[in-house]
């Protein structure tokens, strides 16, 4: 069965430096890989995807991810972080059966300070 | 554009009691549509997930169930809450064909007393 790990519960980063969540990800077949973002009491916006093509991949809000099959990783990546982008990331895989159904990592709380 | 409504927003009901909550895509067709669970703020369980009208397919065995009794309207119920029913409910859509993401809405937060 498909699986995406995430292996920090929060990263804290000062506003203006570069930031990784990092995740890493377990799928037979073709890895599809998503990021989103969810914001206290709402639900999860879309950030990005990795389909197919170049391994790195630029999103919405500044973001971009990097896929590495190798490590089989897909960490999201901003050069400059912002207060606002304090939230909670989440990394998923789609699974390979039917249904273009997502299994989801449990989240990294991110947090960014002046 | 496509839009997706979940109503209520929030909800507080006893233990013991109905639940029936309501999720409508707008803008497109055919969707597919899915129900989460978020406890504790944190990782997201799916519940429910349809490919089509009637169309149902459960993924953990609970105390609720779903319907979608129309092509863009997708509603999570329970006969009876229990506390553990409490946690913030999310539906989200993707298109039936090709590599989609999924598109959330807003939640409902339910707390069981």
């Known amino acids: 069965a498909q699986s995406v790990a995430q292996p920090e519960d929060q990263v804290n980063v000062a506003e203006g430096n570069p930031l990784t969540v990092k995740c890493t990800y377990s799928?037979?077949?073709?890895?599809?890989l998503f990021w989103y973002v969810q914001y206290p009491n709402r639900g999860l916006q879309f950030l990005l995807k990795?389909?197919?093509?170049?391994?790195l991949v630029k999103g919405s809000y500044g973001f971009e991810a990097e896929f590495n099959k190798s490590q089989t990783s897909f960490h999201l990546k901003k050069p400059s972080a912002l207060v606002s982008d304090s939230a909670l990331y989440f990394c998923?895989?789609?699974?390979?059966?039917?249904?273009?159904?997502?299994?989801f990592g449990t989240g990294t709380q991110l947090k960014v300070e002046l | 554009s496509q839009t997706i409504h979940q109503w209520p927003a929030t909800l507080v009901q006893p233990v013991g009691s109905p639940l029936s909550l309501e999720c409508t895509v707008e803008g497109t067709s055919n969707p597919n549509l899915y129900w989460y669970r978020q406890a504790a703020g944190r990782g997201l369980q799916l519940l429910f997930y349809s490919v089509g009208i009637g169309q149902i397919s459960s993924e953990v065995p609970q105390n609720l169930s779903a319907s979608r009794p129309q092509d863009r309207q997708f509603i999570l119920s329970s006969k009876k809450l229990l506390l553990s029913d409490s946690g913030f409910y999310l539906c989200a859509w993707s298109p039936r064909s090709g590599l989609n993401e999924q598109f959330f809405g807003p939640g409902t937060r339910l707390t069981v007393l």
């Open positions: 799928v037979s077949g073709n890895p599809y």
């Open positions: 998923a895989v789609r699974d390979p059966g039917g249904g273009n159904k997502l299994t």
């Open positions: 990795y389909i197919t093509g170049d391994n």
